[in-house]
Structures are given as structure tokens and as C-alpha cells.
Nanobody, 126 residues
């Protein structure tokens, strides 16, 4: 099982990025998916998750209305569309997948996700 994240970079405030995460070694559609981030000097926090089959989707308050999590089962990839980016969105973003049907909850708990990508850096700066 491997996850490979990409798509980070430098963006101005108000700009957009689409983060991508390619899964290999398993079928992504059967798993819960999630994005987390960790800013310098801060703890890792949940951004968004979606349950197996995308039955339930949750967003952190900081992400609601600006970020969208999605998956493309045909490509075995998950995405995070990040719009209206702010300085405080600067962080390393991690994709993750979880086996349990209960992995994705409103708390977006990192302990419920077993497999992690290596992270991709998003820097919001003018």
C-alpha cells in the first residue's frame, strides 16, 4: 500500500491549488480517504475526510466552503481542491486512507487512518 502526494507549491493569497494523491497496491474506492495538514510548530490537524463510497464527507471549520475532497476511482487517486487560500493555510498536507467503515468522522481523527502519503508543502505568500 502506497500513497504519493503531489500538487503543493507557492501560491498567493486568494489563489487555488489542487492536491493529488495517487494510491497503489489497493483499491481506493473501498477505503475512507482524508487530508491532514501540519503547519510549522503546530500539531497535525484534519482538513477533510470522506467515507468509503463517499457516503459521508466532513470538513474542518477552517476548510468549509473553500476546500473540496474528492476521489477518482478510475485513476485510484484522491484530491483536495483548495480555493481562496489564506496565509494560515500554509502547511505540509498529507493524504491518508483508512480501512474501517468508521474511519471518517466529524472529528477527522488521524488515529483512524492507517496509510499515509509523504506530504506536499503548500506555501501561501505574497
Amino acid at each position: 500500500v502506497q500513497l504519493q502526494a503531489s500538487g503543493g507549491g507557492l501560491v498567493q493569497p486568494g489563489g487555488s491549488l489542487r492536491l493529488s494523491c495517487e494510491a497503489s497496491g489497493f483499491t481506493l474506492n473501498s477505503y475512507a480517504i482524508a487530508w491532514f495538514r501540519q503547519a510549522p510548530g503546530k500539531e497535525r490537524e484534519g482538513v477533510s475526510c470522506s467515507s468509503s463510497g463517499d457516503v459521508s464527507t466532513y470538513y474542518a471549520d477552517s476548510a468549509k466552503g473553500r476546500f473540496t475532497i474528492s476521489r477518482d476511482s478510475s485513476k485510484n487517486r484522491l484530491y483536495l481542491q483548495a480555493n481562496s487560500l489564506k496565509f494560515e493555510d500554509t502547511a505540509v498536507y498529507y493524504c491518508a486512507t483508512g480501512v474501517s467503515l468508521f474511519a471518517c468522522t466529524a472529528q477527522i481523527d488521524p488515529n483512524r487512518f492507517e496509510f499515509w502519503g509523504q506530504g506536499t508543502l503548500v506555501t501561501v505568500s505574497s
